[in-house]
C-alpha cells in the first residue's frame, strides 16, 4: 500500500540558507501535519492543513511557512536557516483531520552546517 | 506539568529478557488516545498501537503486549522475549480534546537489547 511520501530523504544546507521540505501524502489523504524532532528529543507539531486550509498550528517558527496546493501535497519552506534547526522533519497524512489517524512519513534529516 | 511521562530514559536488558516500558499521562477529557511508536536508529516512526479511553481491554501482539489502567492513568508496554531487532527509542503518545488532539508525545524510552 502506498504510503506517505517525504522527500528529500537528506538535505544539507549552511546557515542562512532557504529549504524546502515536500510531503505527498496517501492517497485520498486531505489533510497533512508537519512536525520536528531535535536530536534526542521527542516530535514537536508545527503544522496542518487539511483541505488546502491551516487547520492547526504548534510551534512553528516565524521563519518557517507551510501550504498545502490542490493535489494535496504539502511543502514546509524554511528561510534563515539556523544550526538549531537541524532536525527530523516527518510529515504525516490522515482523513478528515483526523489526527488520531494518521500515518507518518519516513522522515527528512535536514542538516545545518 | 508534563501530560506525558516516561520516566525511564534509558533501559538495557540481555537478549531473550521481557522488558515494560512505563508511560503515565494526564488529561482531563473523558475521550482521549494513545499511541505507542517504535523510532529505530533509522529514524522512522513506525505505530504499534493506539487505543481509546473506552477500551481498557489489554492487548497482546505477537511478543508486544499492552496494559492499560484508566485507575493508575498508565499505558504499558511489554516486549515478551526481546531481540536485538527490538532495540529503538519508544515513545508514548496522547491525543485529546483539549490539545485539539494533536499528538502529545513523551520523551521517550531508549532500549537496548544485548545479545
Known amino acids: 500500500a502506498a504510503g506517505v511520501i517525504q522527500s528529500p530523504r537528506h538535505l544539507i544546507k549552511e546557515k542562512r540558507e532557504t529549504a524546502t521540505l515536500k510531503c505527498y501524502p496517501i492517497?485520498?489523504?486531505?489533510?497533512v501535519y508537519w512536525y520536528q524532532q531535535g536530536p534526542g528529543q521527542d516530535p514537536q507539531f508545527l503544522i496542518s492543513?487539511?483541505?488546502?486550509?491551516?487547520?492547526d498550528k504548534g510551534s512553528i517558527p516565524d521563519r518557517f511557512s507551510a501550504q498545502q496546493f490542490s493535489d494535496y501535497h504539502s511543502e514546509l519552506n524554511m528561510s534563515s536557516l539556523e544550526l538549531g534547526d537541524s532536525a527530523l522533519y516527518f510529515c504525516?497524512?490522515?482523513?478528515?483531520?483526523?489526527?488520531?489517524?494518521?500515518?507518518f512519513g519516513q522522515g527528512t534529516r535536514l542538516t545545518v552546517v | 506539568a508534563q501530560k506525558v511521562t516516561q520516566a525511564q530514559t534509558e533501559i538495557s536488558v540481555v537478549e531473550k529478557e521481557d522488558v515494560t516500558l512505563d508511560c503515565v499521562y494526564e488529561?482531563?477529557?473523558?475521550?482521549?488516545?494513545l499511541f505507542w511508536y517504535k523510532q529505530p536508529p533509522s529514524g522512522e516512526l513506525v505505530f504499534l498501537i493506539r487505543?481509546?479511553?473506552?477500551d481498557e481491554q489489554n492487548e497482546i501482539s505477537g511478543r508486544y503486549s499492552w496494559n492499560f489502567q484508566k485507575s493508575t492513568s498508565s499505558f504499558n508496554f511489554t516486549i515478551t522475549a526481546s531481540q536485538v531487532v527490538d532495540s529503538a527509542v519508544y515513545f508514548c503518545?496522547?491525543?485529546?480534546?483539549?490539545?485539539?488532539?494533536?499528538?502529545?508525545w513523551g520523551a521517550g524510552t531508549k532500549l537496548i537489547i544485548k545479545p
Open positions: 504525516a497524512s490522515s482523513l478528515r483531520d483526523r489526527v488520531t489517524e494518521a500515518f
Open positions: 492517497p485520498r489523504h486531505d489533510t
Open positions: 492543513f487539511y483541505e488546502k486550509m491551516q487547520s
Open positions: 488529561t482531563r477529557d473523558t475521550t482521549y488516545y
Open positions: 487505543r481509546n479511553s473506552f
Open positions: 503518545a496522547l491525543s485529546e480534546a483539549e490539545s485539539n488532539y494533536q499528538l502529545i
